[in-house]
């Protein structure tokens, strides 16, 4: 699901409303943090370090038609994964399925000692060898 994906989405709070997100910056404000600038937070798709991904807010709109009665806050740019992380994360997944049909396969193989099937599971799910390195000549 995407962030704009909101409509058949349940919130588990009710968004604030204009009046109370103005209340909560006039605050902000008022404590000095006037000329900070306004970021959206959200939750990256791998783990990190430092401070919490961000996208600068960009403006704030009133919705029409269909979107009537709501309030948009626009970031620079759209507040999803990267491509490449994404594409990490479904190689993944698609070696885990693998690996988990090869595992069913070898629970259901007839003929096989309970021995022989902990050996076939263990060599499955080892991890696979690290390659050394090359050398790199710098000329």
Known sequence: MSTTDTQDVELVEPGLTVDELRAQLGEIS???????KTFVQFRA???RIG???AMPVTQATSGFDWNKGR????TAQMLTADDAELDLVRKHAQRLSNKQFLAMRVLAEDGLTDEERVRRLRKLFEPAPV?????VRNN
């Open 51 to 53: 401070p919490s991904a």
């Open 131 to 135: 390659e050394a390195p090359s050398r």
């Open 71 to 74: 309030v948009f806050i626009s």
């Open 45 to 47: 798709a791998s783990p």
């Open 30 to 36: 008022a404590a000095g943090g006037g000329a900070e």
